[in-house]
């Protein structure tokens, strides 16, 4: 169970963000979640698209640098200490997490974590032996949207 995250490189730069979503938007592809990282000149994207291989598509003909990869989604029990739980499970199976971003949907009191660790499938196994729900594309979806 994974879910395909886009990464676009961008110019750290007024209108860049812009550009970006003004391409998904004329495709009309639905923008379900967005990281913005950044450092001096240069700015990471991560995006969650209703249809990542038509975004990827998209962005790189209108001349973007596009990286698709596989994260884990996960529900989280939206309470003190329920990320902790989740990162202290993968940490002690020697996983470490590269990076991670949240959303509060507060559906029945969890929230949704998307992260990337160097072994997605270990972490799956790992977290689904712990009691914790890894979320397909279909299931993220319906998170944000009901």
């Keep these: 169970m994974s879910l395909q995250q886009l ?3 961008v110019e750290n730069r007024p209108g860049s963000l812009m550009a970006v979503l003004a391409t998904l938007a004329k495709a009309q592809i639905d923008l379900n979640g967005l990281s ?3 450092t001096t000149e240069f700015g990471v994207l991560r995006l969650i698209l209703s249809d990542p291989a038509k975004g990827e598509e998209v962005l790189q003909e209108a001349g ?3 990286k698709a990869t ?3 989604a996960i529900d989280v029990n939206d309470a003190p ?3 902790f739980q989740t990162a202290e499970r993968l940490s002690s199976h020697g ?3 590269e990076y991670m971003y949240a959303f509060g949907t507060k559906k029945d009191r969890h929230a949704m974590i998307i992260f990337k660790t ?3 499938r270990k972490a799956a196994e790992v977290l689904k032996a712990g009691g914790v729900h890894v979320l397909d594309s279909d299931e ?3 998170r944000l949207y009901s």
Excluded: C, K, P, Y
Aim: glycine content about 8%.
């Design 7 to 9: 990464s676009v490189f």
């Design 36 to 38: 913005v990282a950044d």
């Design 64 to 66: 973007f640098i596009v």
């Design 70 to 72: 596989d994260d884990l």
């Design 81 to 83: 200490g329920g990320l």
């Design 95 to 97: 996983l470490n997490i």
């Design 118 to 120: 160097e072994d997605n």
């Design 140 to 142: 993220v979806h319906e």
